[in-house]
C-alpha cells in the first residue's frame, strides 16, 4: 500500500507567487516524522523542512512552511514568493520507527515550474 | 556538506554480471539507506542499516543484497544485473540523538545502466 502519496505530478506557478504541494500519508504509528526534499536539475536531495508528529505548530523555515493536518493525515509545503530557482523535483518523505531501527520513505514526487 | 560519497558515479554493465555500489561516510552516523529513484516512483527504499552487521529489507529488495562491516560503509550487491535494474541509486545516512527528526543527507547518486 502507497505510504505516501502525492497526487501533483506536476505544478506550474508564476514567479513571486504561493505554491502549495500536497502530500498525504498513511501510518498507525503516534511518533513519525515528515520531511520534504528538493531535487533541481543537477539531481542532489535538498532537506527542506521537518515536522514531528506531536509538534502542534506548523513547521517553517525561510520561505517554506509545512501544513500539517494530523487528523487529515497531510503535510502539504507551502512556498511562498515563487524564486526561478524553485524550478526542481520536490519530495514528501515519513520516517517511522521499524523493528530494528528507523526508515524512511518517500513519495512520487511533484515536478515544479516556476514561470517568470 | 555530510560526508557522503557514493562509488562509482556512473557504471554500466552488462546483463547477468554482478554490480557491487560503494556508500563511505565520514560522519559516523548510525543509519543508512540505499534508494533507486525511477520516474513516477520517486525514491524507493532497498535496503537500510541501523548499524554494523544490521540491516534489513525496504520495499524494493529483491534482486539486492547489502553490506555492512564497518561503520563507514555500506555495499550494495547486484548479484545478477538485470535490465530493470537500470537507476539511479542515493545512498542516504542520517544519525543524531534523535532519529526521528534528524534529516537524511543524500550521497550525490549512482547512474547504474544494464544493458
Known amino acids: 500500500a502507497q505510504k505516501i502519496t502525492q497526487t501533483q505530478p506536476g505544478m506550474f506557478v508564476q514567479e513571486k507567487e504561493a505554491v502549495t504541494l500536497d502530500c498525504t500519508y498513511d501510518?498507525?504509528?503516534?511518533?513519525?516524522?515528515l520531511f520534504w526534499y528538493k531535487q533541481p536539475s543537477s539531481g542532489e536531495m535538498i532537506f527542506l523542512i521537518y515536522?514531528?508528529?506531536?509538534?502542534?505548530q506548523n513547521a517553517t523555515e525561510g520561505r517554506y512552511s509545512l501544513n500539517f493536518q494530523k487528523a487529515r493525515k497531510s503535510a502539504n509545503l507551502v512556498i511562498s514568493a515563487s524564486q526561478l530557482g524553485d524550478s526542481a523535483m520536490y519530495f514528501c518523505?515519513?520516517?517511522?520507527?521499524?523493528?530494528?531501527?528507523?526508515?524512511?520513505?518517500f513519495g512520487a514526487g511533484t515536478r515544479l515550474f516556476v514561470k517568470a | 556538506d555530510a560526508g557522503i560519497t557514493q562509488s562509482p558515479r556512473h557504471k554500466v554493465t552488462e546483463t547477468g554480471t554482478p554490480v557491487t555500489l560503494r556508500c563511505h561516510q565520514t560522519?559516523?552516523?548510525?543509519?543508512m539507506y540505499w534508494y533507486r529513484q525511477d520516474p513516477g516512483h520517486g525514491l524507493r527504499l532497498i535496503h537500510y542499516?541501523?548499524?554494523?552487521?544490521?540491516?534489513d529489507k525496504g520495499e524494493v529488495s529483491d534482486g539486492y543484497s547489502v553490506s555492512r562491516s564497518k561503520t563507514e560503509d555500506f555495499l550494495l550487491t547486484l548479484e545478477s544485473a538485470t535490465s530493470s535494474q537500470t537507476s539511479v541509486y542515493f545512498c542516504?545516512?542520517?544519525?543524531?540523538?534523535?532519529?526521528?527528526?534528524?534529516?537524511?543527507?543524500f550521497g550525490q547518486g549512482t547512474r547504474l545502466t544494464v544493458v
Open positions: 515536522q514531528g508528529s506531536y509538534d502542534e
Open positions: 542499516s541501523y548499524g554494523v552487521k544490521d540491516t
Open positions: 542516504a545516512i542520517s544519525g543524531g540523538t534523535g532519529p526521528l527528526n534528524t534529516e537524511a543527507f
Open positions: 518523505a515519513m520516517r517511522e520507527d521499524y523493528t530494528g531501527g528507523f526508515k524512511t520513505i
Open positions: 501510518t498507525s504509528d503516534q511518533s513519525y516524522g
Open positions: 560522519e559516523n552516523h548510525r543509519y
